[in-house]
Nanobody, 117 residues
Framework: VQLQASGGGSVQPGGSRRLSCSAS????????VAWFRQAPGKEREFVSA????????YYSDFVKGRFTISRDNDKKTVYLQMNSLQPEDTAVYYC???????????WGQGTLVTVSS
């Protein structure tokens, strides 16, 4: 599966941003898709995932209640709606297909989100 992330940019604290992850190639519908992020000087970390099938969603504690992941299988796209953004959310955000344990299989390129006043 080839993935393309988009939607990054600059936003003020408390603002919102929606990221998109568009897929092409093998049957997208059969894959769990996750978002990861990497802040400057830090390791890449798991943010959120949406499973194939019924679309069960998962979130890291630091985004729970603020971020919402969703998928549109017809459009082969996964979205990450990010609300109440804080400076600590500044990072390059990556989407990836994963296995059931959220281990990445295919990566998309990152999209930079900068939260600052």
């Amino acid at each position: 599966v080839q993935l393309q992330a988009s939607g990054g940019g600059s936003v003020q604290p408390g603002g919102s941003r929606r990221l998109s992850c568009s897929a092409s190639g093998r049957a997208f519908i059969n894959y769990t898709v996750a978002w990861f992020r990497q802040a400057p000087g830090k390791e890449r970390e798991f943010v959120s995932a949406v499973k194939y099938g019924v679309g069960t969603t998962y979130y890291s504690d630091f985004v729970k209640g603020r971020f919402t992941i969703s998928r549109d299988n017809d459009k082969k796209t996964v979205y990450l709606q990010m609300n109440s953004l804080q400076p600590e959310d500044t990072a390059v955000y990556y989407c990836a297909t994963t296995n059931s344990h959220f281990d990445p299989i295919d990566w998309g390129q990152g999209t930079l989100v900068t939260v600052s006043s």
